[in-house]
């Protein structure tokens, strides 16, 4: 996923509040691992 589709998500309201911290914490370890990432994430973050 490209900076841009992060930053689109983040624009659109699809991640906000608690949950905000939580995906962008996951999309981080994805950075570094992307095996490490639970495999629905993963596909998503692949997009």
């Keep these: 996923m490209s900076k ?3 930053e ?3 624009q659109s ?3 906000s509040g ?3 911290a939580y995906v ?3 999309f981080e370890d994805y ?3 992307p095996e490490g990432c639970p ?3 993963r ?3 692949d997009q």
């Design 4 to 6: 841009g589709s992060m």
């Design 31 to 33: 950075l570094v691992n």
């Design 18 to 20: 608690s949950n905000a």
């Design 8 to 10: 689109s998500m983040w």
């Design 24 to 26: 962008e914490a996951l």
């Design 39 to 41: 495999g629905a994430w």
């Design 43 to 45: 596909a998503y973050f």
């Design 13 to 15: 309201g699809h991640i």
